[in-house]
């Protein structure tokens, strides 16, 4: 008798090829606040056919921060733009105009390359 209850005392072990449980091999992300993070603003081009787009990294934030951060910087700005891997691009060269509003709302920004 004990053989045939030994199957509902066993922990039941699930098989799963795809799903999406990487919480154990993604790494959290820590949130700083604004005065904290060093960013770097920078026109490029590489990549996009020959169209400037401005990215901003060097974030430590979480990815619902960031979003709301692109779409503020979309609408002072009057561009598209996106985040990719942690960074924000807004379409066309507005350099100095990002560090300013990202300096408005506590970042420490600076230019970086030419």
């Known amino acids: 008798m004990s053989s045939s209850n ?9 098989y799963r090829e795809f ?7 993604e790494r959290p992300i820590p949130e700083l606040p604004p005065q ?9 081009r590489k990549g996009r056919k020959g169209k ?8 430590q ?10 779409k503020q910087l979309k ?12 960074e924000i691009e807004i379409q066309g060269e507005h350099k ?3 560090v300013e509003i990202l300096t408005k709302l506590g970042y420490k920004a600076k ?4």
């Open 19 to 25: 799903g999406n449980d990487n919480a154990a091999t």
């Open 96 to 98: 100095q105009k990002i």
């Open 61 to 70: 934030a979480k990815p619902e921060t960031l979003a709301d951060l692109v």
């Open 36 to 44: 904290q993070q060093n960013l770097k603003v920078q026109a490029s």
């Open 52 to 59: 400037t787009v401005t990215v901003i990294s060097g974030f």
């Open 6 to 14: 030994s199957k509902s005392s066993d922990k039941s072990f699930v």
């Open 75 to 86: 609408t002072q700005c009057g561009t598209g733009g996106t985040l990719k891997d942690n």
């Open 111 to 114: 230019i970086s390359g030419g």
